[in-house]
């Protein structure tokens, strides 16, 4: 399989992603990720048949004892959010319903 | 009198009390003020809270215990300083404290390590040549028209420059060893789930790794035994016991019965002159040290950087949807909706590349390409793990170049995604695997720039890898060379 990047691709995954990009950019990462893409096809060749896939490199993350341990003021926590509303202990975002 | 520039000797000056913690850390920060505007290592100097913590550390009593006593310690800039800002070198973190510390960040400072201040690199650590920072490329110390490598240059640059003895990066995909070897320091990748990664801004989860920058393997080996270990907080972290690191360095630098692997069916090609020839010498000195040297094939390692690039953008792509406008960082102000917020949010507040590879890896995770994509690499990820367990049941350790070239100039490879991609031909295959890996100085090209050794080990078996490298080390002088800065930079 060989894959063309159009920049119509470029603006749907854009969507996925959340990521508002310029025109400019829409056809660089066009130009670019048919490059990458052809690159990383030939991974294709490679036969995989029967082999099973590795998420990561080390053991299977260890299960713990379910036991509450304190964590961050909320004040903290909130501290470093650019819409924190310290005095109700929420974050404000833009309006989500019209 | 001159102060001790290496970890040890710090330490032991402190403890007899010969100089303080504070003398020690105020000529870390004047030489950071003196070179930091040519080479731009550092993002933020923690001026006043290193003092503080130095003055406090002299004030102690019973300080003699603590390992790293005294010595001044730069961290990169994607671990969490509680109190310092923490940026990745990103805008959409510009201006973000963090509440709490990163467990390695903790575990330096009960040992006694004294925080100068962060070091750039590229964005997130996505790069290999600290060009991706949002807030300006670092400067290569022995070039300073050339990178320093990537993604934790600042790190690199700040060790090799004098300006702190130890410093820490992450490695993702070759992140420590190969700025290490472009700036001709000690750089040592530990074994996956060694150091915790919590408070790490994670960029891939499976590959990243936490290690330190040094100007010997026997620097290096005391801050691993510090940052090593199980942590409650990173549920990867492994349970392993945990060796004295420096107890198991090679003493005499004797490496008979230690048999090192050298898959020279990558090398036929891309490799420059200079770095083949600094490596066979390398190779040279350690068969006189008594190493067995074996051939050792690594199949799939062609289809490593591929399967690296479809894997840790899938995973970056996961990991930095948290960026969002609402609980950290920058947030787009001109938008009605929530969706426009985050959109503009990230469009905004992410580089290029970071941008480049969020796409990348929402493609190769969404429907209909995950199969071919994500799932085919990490079923040749299996593969690759495959070799490496084959050629460590013929070699203990195997060798390589760290870098297939030296430092290449700022700008030469920032058009050409691909070609950068390829300075970690020799590097992802350690991340892929797990492996613990180190690069140190072998030698200099014909314009006078380091040249890295690389040495990969089996998994949890970082100790051997140390214990090579040290070797090697003490054979050699080229760990004692430092460039010119001090003269050159301040004129």
Known sequence: MSTTFSRGDVERVARLARLELTAEEKDLFARQLTGILAYAEQIQRVPTDDIEPTSHAGDAAALRDDTLIPSLPREESLAAGPGADPSTGLFKVPRVLG | ??????????????????????????????????????????????????????????????????????????????????????????????????????????????????????????????????????????????????????????????????????????????????????CGVVGFKPSYARVSRYGLLAFASSLDQIGPFASSVCDAALVLNVIAGHDACDATSSQAAVPDFSAALSGEGDLRGIRIGVPRHLFREGVDRDVMQAFDAAIEVT?????????????????????????????????????????????????????????????RGFGREVKRRVILGTYVLSAGYYDAYYRKAQQVRTLIRRDYDRAFTSADVIAMPTSPTAAFKLGERTDDPVQMYLSDVFTVGANLAGLPGISLPCGFTATRLPIGLQFTGRVLEDATVLRVAHAYERATSWSKERPPVASELSR
């Open chain 2, 287 to 347: 068969r006189h040290r008594g190493a067995e040297i074996v051939d050792v094939t690594l199949e799939h390692s062609p289809e490593a950087i591929p399967v690296y690039y479809v894997i840790a953008t899938a995973e970056a792509s996961a990991n930095l949807a948290r960026y969002d406008g609402v609980r950290y960082g920058f947030r787009a102000k001109d938008a009605a909706t929530l969706t426009e917020m985050y959109d503009r949010t990230r469009g």
């Open chain 2, 1 to 182: 009198m001159d102060l001790p520039t290496d970890v040890r000797s710090i330490r032991d000056a402190v403890v007899k009390r010969d100089v303080s913690a504070v003398e020690v850390c105020q000529a870390a920060l004047d030489r950071i003020d003196a070179l930091n505007a040519p080479l731009n290592a550092f993002r933020a100097i923690a001026r006043e809270r290193a003092l503080a913590r130095a003055a406090e550390l002299d004030g102690r009593r019973h300080g003699a215990s603590l390992p790293l006593l005294g010595v001044p310690i730069a961290l990169k800039d994607n671990l969490c300083t509680r109190g310092i800002p923490t940026t990745a070198s990103s805008r959409i973190l510009e201006n973000y404290v963090p509440p709490y510390d990163a467990t390695v960040v903790k575990r330096l400072e009960a040992a006694g390590a004294v925080i100068v201040g962060k070091t750039n690199c590229d964005e997130f650590a996505m790069g290999s040549s600290t060009e991706n920072s949002a807030y300006g490329p670092t400067r290569n110390p022995w070039a300073l028209d050339r990178t320093p490598g990537g993604s934790s240059g600042g790190s690199a640059a700040a060790v090799a420059a004098g300006m702190v003895a130890v410093a820490l990066g992450s490695d993702t995909g070759g992140s420590i060893r190969q700025p290490a070897a472009l």
